[in-house]
């Protein structure tokens, strides 16, 4: 039976643990309704060759913000269970979580938020804005971009099996020998995480081939460098760096899967092994990992700055150089991560200062925000919300972080809460309140209707007033010794905080839930909310140029570029002059075809990674070979590209510019 | 034409070409290199890892043998030599393909695969040797991570090979249509970077590893 099941067998399925089993249950009910009632209302045609089979960047986008929605409903429910049990298991009591499946839970926490949540949210944002920034039609490479998104949903998939066949890691989100190696860890919960990484790594990868390419070499008429919005910048950097580092990541977990599949001795105790070479190979993916979710969520800050402040981004060139230095040191810092590991003074001292130099950059653009709401005519908006809460909390915690840049300081507070809290306040406060802007900013922009305000405003302050009180206690309790992760609380006179941290937990769950209510409300009430200007916040940067939502080819003509801000300067000219540019010459535009391969190919990479982590040769075997054929099939094809006629063009350019001609009239009353 | 309506208007009058990209979208023939050369760039990195964790594990022998007992240097050089050779043949290919010459585009490739065959097949022999000898990667952290970093090499050659092997077929069926001889340059590009890789190799792991 090995041969053919591996080691796979009935006891993978957790029969004895009701909340596993449940939660199964659940999630497959789900999914089953779910896909009825698709396929009741006629809507699997226009899902599969509108979305599945799509090499559009809007659709793709909109795909991975989808994904990461997904998977933060479950890295909060590891979260909010996670809290619950450290304000149960206090002293006599123990809980209702035992040790083992404790450990599993925060160790798919924070692999879900890192990876499933936080990357698929930034890569859809540049998916669907960096394009239409730029003025062009598409990214360099349509279909490895969604070949790169299904690789993704491929490792989400892999992720969430281990909820119903077999566990999960019990080692922590980076899974670090030798707890991770097969003596301490034989299950196939390591396996897991590591097929998992490898599979959605690899997409990352393309993700980010795709995107320097797309930055570097396609952009419209006239868009110079300096022309370009700032979060198509902080892309650009974003992207570089998961080129240099993710590499890395993928050795990492390889020589780490060697090690565990076949006795290897790269990490472990004995064979001459050595377990620090993987705090430096992982670390030297994962402080780079930080500023990619970082960069990109900087650049949403800017451009809701400009755009909410009614001006221009202050110290645009700063902000460029600010971010291209941060993309430059965070390869500098990556020990500051165990400076308790013994590397010696003088290398801990050189990576403590390394680490606060990098705050230097990060000061700079604070200081571009601050002086870009200076003076200018600010609106209150959902999104300017996030940006000013971010302000307020990301500082505190960045200032945490130089605290802990400080090896003295950090041999103290190492591994306690403290650092537990410094994290969550620069990622929440920074990149998901960026992530919640962003949704509620572009939104439109993708769907045709704005987002309920009032709700947007409830949605922040439940984040904002949740994650304060959920982890500002946190760094109380670093100080009063809590280490992270304890499944039991030994010291009862913790436990206010520790109830204070679960209300606040429960917020941000209110929060979330507010978020689905919002988004259900909008569409209930979109008829009322319609953008048909395409332009609905007054913005300054080309994707407000087109409709929306835009043709699937953007722009009938790309756009020629004059000055800092492409589409402001446009817009002024148009309403001085009280005219739209002369009516170029349209001609028929020559695009991607939609393509399987994407979903096939991540068909064959979740079997073969199944197979990998059950040892279940014979089938990976033949996953790989399935992979291959479909590469070979695809490169067999001559036709990539379709033509959409001149006359379809042309009919929906002048329907475009009928609606700019009136909105132009109304803007220039209003001014 | 008043100089608001020329920026409203449709022409760049005399912006320079700069290659930046600055008069619209660059060609397929110039984008899809480039950004092949991304992906190889990815792909240095992570040879640099491996270089890193073999640099930092090559004495780390576990009182197994070292490398001075276990490497051949009259091997090895057969080894370079035939990866080198197969470069240059791999250029060849690429100019009988830019002449659009089928008969000698597909024996330069086919000598090119050829090669790169014998130096797997030594390499192969190299592996099955040691192993043989008690020194198989599970010997100690140094072992494997020898192996790890020239078979990591040698299975980018035998996807090199499969490559080669599917390119030939294709413009055989196909001929030399424009998209296929983009296909061939990133080929060759992909190539030539494992024979960079390679000579890296030779000098790391080899030369200094048989220093007396």
């Not at chain 1, 298991?89 to 450990?103: F, K």
């Not at chain 1, 804005?129 to 070949?147: S, Y």
């Not at chain 1, 009862?492 to 988004?519: D, K």
Request: proline share 5%; charged share 10%.
């Amino acid at each position: 039976m090995s041969v053919i099941f591996g080691k796979l067998t009935w006891d993978a399925i957790p029969f004895h643990e009701p909340i596993p089993l449940i939660t199964s249950a659940v999630v497959l009910a789900a999914v089953a309704a779910i896909a009825v009632w698709v396929w009741r209302n006629g809507w699997w045609p226009y899902l599969r060759d509108e979305y599945i089979t799509s090499t559009d960047h809007k659709r793709i986008g909109i795909m991975y913000i989808v994904l990461a929605l997904l998977m933060l409903v479950r890295g909060f429910a590891d979260a909010i269970m996670m809290r619950l049990q450290q304000s149960m298991a206090i002293g006599a009591s123990q809980g209702y979580l035992t040790p083992e499946h404790y450990n599993q839970i925060f160790s798919a926490h924070g692999t879900i938020m890192i990876f499933f949540v936080a990357m698929p949210f930034v890569i859809g944002f540049m998916n669907f804005v960096v394009p239409l920034q730029l003025g062009v039609r598409d990214v360099a490479f349509p279909t490895m971009n969604n070949v790169s998104f299904w690789l993704t949903a491929s490792g989400a998939l892999l992720i969430n099996l281990s909820l119903f066949i077999g566990e999960f890691a019990r080692t922590g989100w980076l899974a670090f020998p030798p707890l991770s190696e097969k003596e301490f860890s034989p299950g196939v919960g390591v396996d897991y995480y590591l097929v998992a990484l490898q599979i959605s790594g690899v997409g990352t990868v393309l993700t980010s081939v795709n995107f320097v390419t797309t930055i570097l070499k396609i952009r419209a008429p006239g868009m110079s460098y300096f022309r370009m919005p700032v979060f198509c910048w902080t892309s650009l950097a974003s992207n570089l760096l998961i080129l240099a580092a993710f590499p890395v990541l993928t050795v990492t977990l390889g020589l780490l899967m060697l090690d565990r599949y076949l006795d290897f001795h790269f990490f472990t105790n004995d064979g001459g092994g050595n377990s620090m070479l993987y705090m430096n190979l992982i670390w030297v993916w994962g402080h780079p990992e930080v500023y990619i979710l970082a960069l990109p969520a900087f650049g949403i800050y800017s451009e809701v700055a400009a755009t909410f402040s009614g001006k221009p981004l202050f110290g645009y060139r700063s902000m460029v150089f600010a971010t291209l230095a941060i993309c430059i040191i965070s390869f500098m810092v990556w020990l500051h991560h165990f400076f308790t590991m013994g590397a010696g003074a003088n290398i801990n001292a050189i990576f403590g200062i390394a680490s606060m130099v990098i705050g230097i950059p990060t000061g700079v653009k604070i200081y571009n925000w601050l002086f870009t709401m200076y003076g200018g005519r600010v609106r209150f908006t959902v999104p300017m919300h996030y940006l000013i809460g971010f302000m307020l909390t990301f500082v505190v915690g960045g200032l945490t972080g130089v605290l802990l840049a400080i090896p003295p300081v950090d041999f103290v507070v190492h591994n306690s809460l403290f650092l537990v809290a410094h994290f969550h306040q620069v990622i929440i406060g920074g990149v998901v309140f960026a992530l919640m802007a962003g949704y509620t900013y572009w939104f439109p922009k993708a769907f045709g209707f704005t987002l309920d305000e009032r709700l947007g405003k409830a949605v922040f302050w439940c984040w904002f007033i949740g994650f304060h009180l959920a982890f500002m206690p946190s760094y109380l309790l670093g100080f009063y010794g809590a280490t992270r992760r304890m499944q039991h609380i030994p010291d009862p006179s913790w436990a206010p905080w520790l109830h204070l941290e679960l209300f606040g937990a429960v917020i941000i769950g209110a929060g979330i839930v507010l978020t689905v209510v919002q988004l259900l409300y909008s569409i209930k009430t979109r008829e009322q909310r319609l953008d048909v200007t395409g332009d609905p916040w007054d913005g300054r940067t080309l994707e407000w140029l087109t409709l929306s939502p835009p043709p699937h080819y953007n722009f009938a003509v790309l756009p020629d570029v004059h000055g800092e801000e492409a589409y402001w300067t446009r817009k002024q000219t148009a309403i001085k002059m009280d005219q739209l540019i002369k009516e170029p010459d349209y001609q028929p535009i020559e695009m991607p075809v939609s393509t399987p391969v994407g979903v096939i190919c991540a068909f064959f990479a979740s079997v073969c990674g199944f197979a990998v982590i059950w040892h279940i040769w014979w089938l990976a075997i033949l996953g790989l070979i399935g992979a291959f054929a479909v590469f070979v099939w695809y490169a067999w094809q001559d036709e990539h590209e379709h033509i959409v006629p001149v006359d379809e063009v042309r009919t929906n350019a002048r329907e475009r510019r009928r609606i700019r001609m009136e909105h132009l009239h109304s803007l220039s009353q209003s001014t | 034409m008043t100089t608001e309506a020329a920026t409203i208007g449709l022409t760049h009058s005399g912006s320079e070409d700069t290659g930046l990209g600055h008069r619209g979208p660059e060609s397929k023939s110039i984008v899809v290199p480039y950004g092949f050369w991304l992906f190889v760039l990815s792909d240095m990195v992570l040879f640099s890892a491996l270089f890193a964790t073999y640099a930092s594990l090559v004495n780390a022998t576990d009182g197994g043998p070292t490398t001075n007992q276990l490497f051949d240097r009259t091997l090895v050089a057969i080894e370079t030599l035939a990866l080198l050779l197969s470069s240059f043949t791999c250029g060849l290919a690429m100019i009988a393909a830019k002449r659009k010459n089928m008969n000698l585009t597909q024996i330069w490739l086919l000598v090119t695969g050829l090669l790169g065959a014998v130096f797997l097949f030594i390499e192969f022999y190299e592996f099955a040797h040691m192993i043989g000898e008690g020194a198989p990667p599970q010997r100690s952290a140094f072992l494997s991570s020898f192996f790890t970093l020239v078979g990591c090499h040698g299975a980018h050659v035998t996807a090199g090979l499969l490559w080669i092997g599917t390119m030939m077929a294709q413009i055989w069926a196909k001929g030399f249509k424009e998209h296929i001889v983009r296909r061939l340059l990133c080929l060759s590009i992909f190539w030539h970077a494992l024979d960079i890789i390679w000579v890296a190799i030779f000098t790391i792991v080899y030369l200094i590893g048989t220093l007396p």
